[in-house]
C-alpha cells in the first residue's frame, strides 16, 4: 500500500465540480465584456501588460461577476440522476496610469475556481463531497510607448491557491487490492465506509507576464501576450478515517505541487465605422502543467475502538514501518494535452455613450475521452456573450455582461475506480456514466476616469 492510499486519493475530487471545466477558464471573461488583449488602459491590464501605456488617463476597472454551475450526474450504477448547484464568484481588477511613454498599473484576478459541494450520500461520493481549487493572482504592471503605435510591457505575478478535498472511501476494497487478506475484507460495507480529507492547504509563488500592442493605420490593432507555465506547492494536513462509526484515523502533513498552464493569447481588432470586430486565439498548454507531485511526511494511526484496533493490527496498518512506508513522493499524472481557444466580438457604438457587443469563443477539452475520468474530469465549451456599456458621466463608464456556455455531455466508460462487485445490485463504486454541466456568469463592471 503507498502513499497514494492517502493523498493521491483526494487529487480526484476536483471532478464533475471543474465548473466550466479546465479549458473554461481560459475564456476572457475576467475584466468584464469590454476587456481584453487589444484594450487600452485598465481593460487591457489584466491579460496584456502593454495597455497601461496606452491609458488616456489615470483608470480603475472594477469587476465583480459570478457563475451559476449546475451539475448532473447520472452514473450507470445509480438509479437516477444527482443535480448540484453552485455559485462561485470571479472578481477582478485593473489599475492603468501613464506618465507621458511609460505607463504603470495593476491587475488583480481569480482566473481559475473549481470545485463545490456534493451531495455527502450520493452517487458522486467516493470521488468528491466537497473540493475546491482556487487560484488568485495579483499583478504589477510596467509599460513603455516605444512610439506612437508600439506599447510593450511586462509584470510580476504573485499567486495564490487553496485547495480542499474530501470524499468517502471503501476501506475495504481498498485493503483488499493493497494486502493479500484471507478472507478479504467486505466490499460496500457501511461500517467500512470511511472519509479522507485534504486541507485546507495554500501555497504561493511568482512568475511574470509580457506583452506588446500595435496600433495599425486606420485605428487597427494586433496585441500579442505571454504567460509562462509555472508551479506552485501547497501544504496542509490530511487525514483519513477508515470508518465513519469507529474511532479510528490517520493523519500527517501533506504538500502538493499544482500545475498551471503557459498562456500565448493574439488578438486583433479592425474597426469599420461605428462597428468594431475583435478577435483573438489563445494557446495553453495544459500538457508540461498535467501533473501533480505529492508529499506525505510524519504519518500517525490512532484507535480507541477494541475491534477496529484488531483490524488495523491483522493488515499491518499499526506498524511504524508501514507507516514509513507511506511517506514519501509520488508523481501522478492527470493526462492533459495543450488546447487553442478561438474567439470572435463585434462591437456596435449606438451612440457616443452607448457601446453594445456580442462574441463566442470555442474550447475544446484538455482531457481526451480515452483519458477521461471523474478524477479528471473537463468540458468542451462554447461561450456566447452579450455585453453593454454606457457612459454614466466622463468620470464613470459601467458596464453589464450576461455569458452562456454551451457544454456537450461528457460520457465515461473507463473510470479506473471501479471494485468490480455489486451490492444490492449496485455497482460500488464506479465513474462510469453521463455528466452533464449547465454554465451562466452574470457580471458588472465600473471603469472610473480621473479627468
Sequence with gaps: MSSSVLLLWALSATSALAGAGISGTSVPSAGGGFAGPTEAGALGAL??????????????????????????????????????????????????????????????????SRGGPQPPEGPQRFFTVDSTLQLVQGSLLAAYRVHDQVSIGAGLRV???????????????????????????????????????????????????????????????????????????????????????????????????????????????????????????????????????????????????????????????????????????????LGWHDIVIPGLQAQWSATDTVDLRAGVWYAPTAVSDDHVTPSNLDFATITARLAGAVLVVPQLRTALTVEKLFVPTRHITTSPYSLDQTVDGVLAPSGNGDYALDVWRFGLSAQLFVR
Design 47 to 112: 491579460s496584456n501588460p502593454a495597455a497601461v501605456a496606452r491609458a488616456v488617463a489615470p483608470e480603475l476597472l472594477l469587476d465583480v461577476a459570478v457563475f451559476r454551475r449546475t451539475v448532473t450526474t447520472d452514473l450507470a450504477a445509480w438509479d437516477g440522476p444527482e443535480v448540484a448547484t453552485t455559485w462561485a464568484p470571479q472578481p477582478s481588477a485593473g489599475l492603468a496610469v501613464s506618465f507621458g511613454r511609460l505607463g504603470l498599473g495593476a491587475a488583480f484576478q481569480a482566473p481559475t
Design 159 to 333: 499567486g495564490q491557491v487553496s485547495y480542499l478535498s474530501e470524499k468517502r472511501v471503501d476501506t475495504g476494497a481498498s485493503f483488499n487490492q493493497s494486502f493479500d487478506l484471507d478472507p478479504p475484507l467486505p466490499v460496500g460495507d457501511p461500517l467500512l465506509e470511511g472519509r479522507q480529507r485534504v486541507g485546507a492547504m495554500s501555497g504561493w509563488s511568482a512568475s511574470w507576464v509580457a506583452g506588446v500592442q500595435w496600433v495599425l493605420p486606420s485605428n487597427a490593432q494586433i496585441a500579442l501576450s505571454f504567460e509562462p507555465p509555472w508551479r506552485i506547492w501547497v501544504a496542509g494536513p490530511i487525514e483519513q478515517e477508515p470508518s465513519l462509526d469507529l474511532n479510528a484515523a490517520i493523519a500527517g502533513e501533506g504538500r502538493v505541487r499544482l500545475g498551471f498552464p503557459a498562456h500565448l493569447t493574439l488578438g486583433g481588432r479592425v474597426p469599420i465605422g461605428r462597428v468594431t470586430l475583435i478577435g483573438d486565439v489563445e494557446y495553453v498548454g495544459w500538457a508540461r502543467a498535467g501533473s501533480a507531485t505529492s508529499e506525505i511526511s510524519g504519518l500517525t494511526i490512532t484507535s480507541s475502538d477494541p475491534l477496529f484496533d484488531g483490524i488495523l493490527t491483522s493488515s499491518g496498518l499499526a506498524e511504524a514501518d508501514f507507516l514509513a512506508s507511506s511517506e514519501g513522493t509520488t508523481e501522478n499524472e
